[in-house]
């Protein structure tokens, strides 16, 4: 058999293997989000902890942003702000609206992991409000009462500066 055929044999043999991968990685993807959830909901924080972390090294935004509200509150991890503001980060950055959200909690009203930034804060809330659906309307609601708390103690050239951040804004991928 000469090289051109094994090449387009192996072409075949890949590109049906990823036609049949494709839909099992996803169905993958939501079965054990959908059994990390649980095992949260059922208190079992290891097995959510070990399947967000994961999901959220192959650079899952949602388990990303699951597994930094555990490091935020210290459920099932220590509780390690610094590590909940880095996936938060993360998440954020490819345009995960809860991240978003809690990233811009963090600048704005946290506990000093990252340091007040009320620009920052001001500009991921910007974000996290446009990207909330329907089905997300009081995660949504708050996040404008927090930016409007947020506002009230920023000076024109602040908001106009966070106003700049937000447009210029792109989401990462990864």
């Known amino acids: 058999m000469n090289i051109r055929k094994l090449l387009t044999i192996a072409a075949t043999v890949l590109a049906v293997a990823v036609v049949v991968a494709g839909p099992v990685a996803t169905q993958t993807l939501e079965t054990e989000m959908r059994q990390a959830a649980g095992a949260y909901e059922r208190k079992d924080m290891a097995t959510a902890v070990r399947i967000w972390k994961v999901w959220a090294e192959k650079g899952n935004a949602e388990a990303r942003t699951l597994l930094g ?11 390690n702000h610094a590590e909940a503001a880095k996936l938060y980060l993360l998440a954020a950055n490819q345009g995960y609206a809860r991240a978003q959200n809690d990233i811009g909690f963090m600048y704005g009203f946290g ?16 974000l996290a409000i446009a990207g ?20 009230a103690r920023m000076t024109k050239a602040q908001i106009v500066e966070a106003e700049k951040r937000a447009k210029a804004w792109k989401a990462v991928t990864h």
């Open 132 to 151: 909330y659906t329907a089905k997300n309307q009081d995660r949504r609601d708050q996040a404008i009462k927090d930016k409007a708390a947020l506002t």
């Open 69 to 79: 509200a555990m490091y935020w509150s210290g459920e099932g991890v220590p509780r």
């Open 111 to 126: 506990e000093g992991i990252p340091p007040r930034d009320d620009v920052e804060a001001y500009k991921w809330l910007t």
